[in-house]
């Protein structure tokens, strides 16, 4: 197996089994062989005398070739105690007391084994409302939010890895102004990402300049009114300074929704890219992009053949991870198997466009990723029918959008795109569908040493045009990006753009592309240089709402010291 230095430190931290000293007693290849192992064994829930010992050789020899590799808790937990499997969940926030705490509670067990909790606020009657049975006041979401952030501060010492949080305010509720600004002190809420839930009644008045009713979720009356270009300012205005809040189309998140019968999603995961109802879970994995290439007469090309079995053997893997997690809660078990919701995405889409030449700043590029992850989608629907043949289609089908079309199918998803922020460390791959952040960087190692690290390809076409060297190397790590530096070819730096060189028009154009052709959502964060106006990030939210996208998370450069959870450095 090819790892990185990174990878082997990434997985010596966390993945890896340990013995009561803390000291590391399984390689790498017998993690995968314990992943495999463990979930091919639900091939005999359905067939006795199912082959498990071929699906786990096909399932480990997928992950070892680092072609294709499940969520984190997949790798952790399979097969051992914990047994939890999930990234993603979504609890609901009922309006009391009881409700409230259980949520947190219950988000603690999630945290614990390494998933994620989304929440919507929603629900929870507005600051100063009356609370009945004391004759109190209620103190409303954002600050309840603030409870939700210390119980997840304090389970991070003992959890797998640091819980994450989204929450979520619909934009006609009464607190909704208060929330919009929750985070504008970057050290409040951190374990936190925040989400404006925005309806189409909004975005309507936005466009027209109009006033949008505000509802009390507890007594359904109005409880005023609000102009929704004013609001719509301040969420931009706020997202400019620090990053936050982002937005998500809920209404185009329930009108895309395959079980819209079954319940209204309210909420998403901690980075958004997977839409849940209430008490459902996902779990996701990827496809190493990288990897699904073949030399062809004209330099390198995309090998569909590959990528097609490699989907099929990802959605039989995700399928029955289903049925092999041990999930933190009964309602969480049900859920998600009446819906067997998955989310098979991409990781190394930057990489790949490296190898093909194509910048990714391009139509080209768009069209690329449009057509790859089309034939993802498909292929990922082809095996959930045909899975469905064996196995049944998932028990919320006859309440489905499949049903009405009548397509008999497994899974009421099957395609997200994830951030991929460790596995793709892991894999050794560019992360989800991002562009690079820098082609070169300077590392620290032992000893205060400085190690310069170069993409491994860029490393290899600098060795073979001649125009390597260290300094060039170390010169691109302090630049950031190449696109002024003499000494490379100007081919060179049209195809090795970074984020920074990549206009945010571009980044949404991306964004779209992928989303097209996914079921749930995209991870995506447009990157803003340091100098841009309020009115380009105005102007690219209102593209992200014309153009399908189901939500969007925009970041300034400088704008904010920590992250909850970046990509490039997260854990
Ligand atoms: N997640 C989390 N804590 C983390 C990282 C991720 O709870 O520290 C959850 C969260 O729901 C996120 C999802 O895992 O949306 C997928 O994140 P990512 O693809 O980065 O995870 P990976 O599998 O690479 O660790």
Redesign the pocket.
Known sequence: MELTNNALTVLERRYLAKDENGNVIEKPSEMFERVANYVAQADKIYDEKADINKTSKIFYDVMTNLEF???????MNAGRELGQLS???VLPVEDSMEGIFDAIKNSALI?KS?????FSFSRLRPKGSTVKSTGGVASGPVSFMKVFNSATEAVKQGGT??????GILRIDHPDIMEFISCKEDTNEITNFNISVGITEDFMEAVEKGKNYDLIDPHTNKVTGSLNAKKVFKHIVEKAWSTGEPGIVFLDRINKTSTIRKIGEIES???????PLLPFESCN?G?INLAKMIKKGPKGYEVDYNRLQEVVYTSVHFLDNVIDMNKYPLKEIDEMTKKTRKIGL?V?GFADLLFYLEIPYNSQEAVDLAEEIMGFIDKKSKEKSIELAEKRGVFPAYEFSSFKESGTEIRNSTTTTI?????????AGAS??IEPLFAISFMRNVMDNDRLVEVHPYFEKLAKERGFYSEELMEKIAEEGSISNIEEIPEDIKKIFVTAHDISPFWHIKMQAAFQKHVDNAV?KTVNFSNDATKEEVEEVYMLAYKLGCKGVTIYRDGSRENQV?S?AK??
């Open positions: 590799i499940p969520n984190s808790p997949t790798l990234a993603c969940f945290h390494g998933g994620g909790t989304g890895r640091r819980g994450a949080n989204m998403t995961n901690p980075c958004g890219e997977q996701l990827s995405g990781m994830a951030p991929t922020g460790t596995i793709s460390i892991i992360s989800g991870s959870l990509t997260k854990e």
